[in-house]
């Protein structure tokens, strides 16, 4: 089992930067594909990033491509999302998820929420105008 813990979240100004880090426990870390996700009030949770380092693959949501960096320490056992040029519609919940890179996947399936076995309890971002 994989449990995650996100960290590093809280409150920036529009055109700021934040980066957010998500700690992993469990023996087998490096083969887990690592995702991160977030849920603004009254939305879907949405697809951000996602790291599977086993098939040597990372995708990006449209909305956060070219904003957003996933890049993962496995001797740390952490995955950081690095968000630059922040906006006020960036504001929401962000969740870590981790998959059993073993699995199948797609580049639609990595999207969905339901590709993923373990996910963390969220941080706050909050982007002020």
């Known amino acids: 089992q994989v449990q995650v813990v996100e960290s590093g979240g809280g409150l920036v100004q529009a055109g700021g930067s934040l980066r957010l880090s998500c700690a992993a426990s469990?023996?087998?870390?490096?083969?887990?594909?690592m995702g991160w996700f977030r849920q603004a009030p009254g939305k879907e949770r949405e697809f951000l990033a996602v790291?599977?380092?086993?098939?040597?693959?990372?995708y990006y949501g449209d909305s956060v491509k070219g904003r957003f960096t996933i890049s993962r320490d496995n001797a740390k056992n952490t995955v950081y999302l690095q968000m630059n040029s922040l906006e006020p519609e960036d504001t929401a919940v962000y969740y870590c998820a981790a998959a059993y890179s073993s699995k199948t996947y797609t580049i639609v399936l990595v999207r969905t929420t339901l590709w993923y076995d373990y996910w963390g309890q969220g941080t706050q971002v909050t982007v002020s105008s």
């Open positions: 790291n599977i380092e086993s098939g040597g693959h990372t």
């Open positions: 469990g023996r087998t870390y490096s083969s887990y594909a």
